[in-house]
């Protein structure tokens, strides 16, 4: 069965600093991951998709297959950064998500 | 545009109950999908469906019924609720399918069963 894993439930940086969040995954397929993110009081919403290998607010995520990863990168964390992060793999008609990364951003 | 719109936001059940979580959405899309959170979980597929009179199983679809009358509305109906569907359920839609990644959710209906 499909799984993704982020091993981080919180991560706190501070402005300026270098991020990365984690995410594993596990499928038997041609594997297609997304990032989703949901700020304070907002609704989830989609970041970045591995496919278009876009940079989108200064994230950028590879996708790793031999390691199976696909690790969120910023190498400088601004303060409105500060939000959840849930990554989240395709299989057939649905995705299935991670438990989610807590990013804080400190001043 | 509303979006996603579910109703109602919270609930709280006795075991053994029967209700409806509302799902609507006005934009057109055909594809549309159920989502429950448990705590310290991700989001896990319930049921979802590429358009009207079409609907299929998720990953975790047991004591739950859908259905999809029309492009618009898509709800989450629970026979007899049990304490293990105390969760946060999210609704979300899509032009495009799944293809894309791109979903639209709504905020969430938090359910407590007793």
């Known amino acids: 069965a499909q799984r993704v894993t982020q091993p981080e439930k919180l991560l706190s940086v501070f402005k300026g600093a270098p991020v990365e969040l984690k995410c594993n995954y596990s499928?038997?397929?041609?594997?297609?991951l997304f990032w989703y993110v949901q700020y304070s009081r907002q609704r989830l919403q989609l970041l970045l998709r591995?496919?278009?290998?876009?940079s989108i607010k200064g994230f950028t995520a590879d996708l790793n297959k031999g390691e199976t990863s696909f690790h969120l990168k910023k190498p400088f964390a601004q303060e409105e950064d500060s939000a959840m992060y849930y990554c989240?793999?395709?299989w057939g008609e649905g995705l299935t998500f991670g438990e989610g990364t807590q990013l804080t951003v400190n001043p | 545009n509303a979006g996603v719109t579910q109703t109602p936001k919270f609930q709280v059940l006795k075991t053994g109950q029967s209700m409806t979580l509302q799902c609507a959405q006005d934009?057109?899309?055909?594809?549309m999908s159920w989502y429950r959170q448990d705590p310290g979980m991700g989001l896990r597929l319930i049921h979802y469906?590429?358009?009207?009179?079409?609907?299929d199983q998720g990953e975790v679809p047991n004591g739950y019924n859908v259905s999809r009358s029309t492009t618009e509305d898509f709800p989450l109906r629970l026979l007899s609720a049990a304490p293990s569907q105390t969760s946060v359920y999210f609704c979300?839609?899509?032009?495009?399918?799944?293809?894309?990644?791109?979903?639209?959710f709504g905020e969430g209906s938090r359910l407590t069963v007793l």
């Open positions: 979300a839609s899509s032009s495009t399918g799944i293809d894309t990644g791109e979903l639209f």
């Open positions: 934009m057109n899309h055909e594809y």
């Open positions: 469906s590429v358009g009207a009179g079409i609907t």
């Open positions: 499928y038997s397929g041609s594997p297609e």
């Open positions: 591995h496919i278009s290998r876009e």
């Open positions: 989240a793999l395709r």
